[in-house]
Nanobody, 125 residues
């Protein structure tokens, strides 16, 4: 079992920044691919960013490229999402997820095995 706990969300003005953290417990995530997804009110959960187990492969949804940066510190069992130049349309609950099976399709939420409870990000205009 892996427990994932997100933190770092909050209310920020457009153009501001937030850094989300996802701390894992129960087992090390150093061999797992990880992803960040988000779900805005009334919308389906969508892919935001993903990082391979070693950090060498990274993906972003087009709408966050150049603004968001995903990273990981396997020694701390933690994955981060640095979000800069935030826009009101980034408002959502942000979830981190772990792919334990290794059959990684980074943008497919059904391919991830464990999820955190989410952290709310609200960007005001």
């Amino acid at each position: 079992q892996v427990q994932l706990v997100e933190s770092g969300g909050g209310l920020v003005q457009a153009g501001g920044s937030l850094r989300l953290s996802c701390v894992a417990s129960g087992r090390t995530i150093s061999s797992y691919n990880m992803g960040w997804f988000r779900q805005a009110p009334g919308k389906e959960r969508e892919f935001a960013a993903a990082i391979s187990w070693g950090g060498g492969i990274i993906y972003y949804v087009d709408s966050v490229k150049g603004r968001f940066t995903i990273s990981r510190d396997n020694a701390k069992n933690t994955v981060y999402l640095q979000m800069n130049s935030l826009k009101p349309e980034d408002t959502a609950v942000y979830y981190c997820a772990a792919d334990l099976r290794g059959n990684w399709q980074y943008g497919d939420a059904t391919r991830y095995d464990y999820w955190g409870q989410g952290t709310q990000v609200t960007v005001s205009s």
